[in-house]
């Protein structure tokens, strides 16, 4: 059981990216998906969430307006769209999957099974 982030890179302050977490070997349908960043010399902190169906979607307070995270289940992918991004957002972010039981939504990284490698997101002029 494997997840693949991908879509980081280097963006101007004020710029948009667009992260994917695909995965690799299974469907990602009976899964709820978490987004999670870990900057230099922090805990990482949870950013985002969406449950299996895709019906019930969370948010850190700090993003919230600026990101969106929505899923394709025919693609088997989960996505992060980031946008008026913000030097504060340079990160490493990883996204993870957990087989719900009891909740739709989680924000722990304490409650996930698995995790992909993260992609680097750096918000520089």
């Known amino acids: 059981v494997q997840l693949q982030a991908s879509g980081g890179g280097l963006v101007q302050p004020g710029g948009s990216l667009t992260l994917s977490c695909a995965s690799s070997?299974?469907?990602?349908?009976?899964?709820?998906v978490g987004w999670f960043r870990q900057a230099p010399g922090k805990e990482r902190e949870f950013v985002a969430a969406?449950?299996?169906?895709?019906?019930?979607?969370d948010y850190v307070d700090f993003v919230k307006g600026r990101f969106t995270i929505f899923r394709d289940n025919v693609k088997n992918t989960i996505y992060l769209q980031m946008t008026s991004l913000k030097p504060e957002d340079t990160a490493v972010y990883y996204c993870a999957g957990v087989r719900p039981s009891g909740a739709d939504i989680y924000h722990r990284a304490g409650d996930y099974d698995f995790w992909g490698q993260g992609t680097q997101v750096t918000v520089s002029s």
């Open positions: 969406i449950s299996r169906g895709g019906m019930y979607t």
């Open positions: 070997g299974f469907t990602l349908d009976d899964y709820a």
